[in-house]
């Protein structure tokens, strides 16, 4: 049996005026949820708070955090962060990357399945208090188009940023509302292209490639693939950087021997 396809809705200009209010001010295209579902959600929301229209909701929420989280909630949005596991990237940054400045040259760096680019940024940020960034090639690579949008836009949730330092936060981030914007110097360093990890060719000379959290997803025999696919497009003596449910038990059949952990070192 077909199935049963949703009657259409009528268009409601406050609704559609919310949607586009939304999306301008956070980067969360409502439009890309199922409408009638999505919309008696917020619609509940909405009348719960005690507001009378979407236009009057969408201004309390710009002013409210708590209710801009509450909205969030509702939504059930998976919110990615910055400085994930904060102790591997201090490993990254007073370890490996000394390790990798002793060559001297410039160093090409890649965050793979970057997703909405907290990874690469938090990368920028590492790199730019160590003075090095102008030096550095930065390319972040993800297959959905929509995650490197947002990664291009810049726009994050102030919980996205609970294990950045206060310090850094301040340097490389301005509040805009319920948001937080990413500095043009940190945007303009990364280069952001759309990629298949498990379709494309590789780039080759990678000092460091940074794959996290992502290789979970695959079955054995992809990330056999992958495992030696990165290898191949490391220069000998480049990092490898995975996530924390990701330790690789025989890096040696790839070329890798083990390092600090999580960091798998070309030989």
């Known amino acids: 049996m077909a199935e049963r396809e949703e009657p259409a809705l009528t268009p409601d200009p406050d609704y559609t005026g919310f949607i586009h209010n939304v999306k301008q001010s956070t980067g969360i295209d409502l439009a890309q949820y199922k409408e009638a579902q999505m919309k008696r959600r917020l619609t509940t929301l909405r009348m719960k708070n005690g507001y009378n229209s979407f236009s009057d909701f969408y201004a309390a929420m710009m002013k409210d955090k708590a209710l801009f989280y509450e909205f969030l909630d509702r939504m059930t949005i998976n919110v990615s962060e910055f400085w994930r596991n904060p102790n591997r990237w201090e490993v990254l940054r007073d370890v490996i990357l000394p ?24 990368l920028a940020m590492i ?11 930065i390319l972040a690579t993800d297959i959905d188009d929509g995650a490197l ?3 291009k836009q810049g726009l994050y949730l102030e919980r996205s940023l609970k294990d950045v330092p206060k310090d850094v936060a301040e340097r490389y981030f301005t509040p805009e509302g319920p948001v937080f914007k990413v500095s ?6 990364i280069d952001f292209r759309k990629q298949n990890l498990l379709l494309d060719k590789f780039d080759e ?15 054995e025999e992809a990330k056999n693939k992958l495992y030696h696919k990165f290898s191949a497009s490391l220069r000998p ?18 070329g890798f021997e083990s390092t600090e952990t999580f960091f798998y070192r070309k030989k």
């Open 99 to 122: 390790d990798l400045q002793r060559s001297g040259r410039r160093l090409k760096l890649w965050s793979a399945a970057c997703s909405t680019g907290e990874e690469p940024y938090t």
């Open 127 to 137: 790199l730019s208090d160590k003075n090095i960034l102008a030096q550095t090639g």
């Open 149 to 151: 949008a947002k990664a």
């Open 184 to 189: 043009e110097g940190l945007k303009k360093s």
């Open 205 to 219: 000379g990678f000092d460091l490639i940074i794959c996290r959290n992502v290789m979970i997803y695959f079955t």
């Open 237 to 254: 003596g480049g990092y490898l950087f995975v996530g924390s449910t990701e330790q690789i038990f025989t890096p040696a059949q790839y």
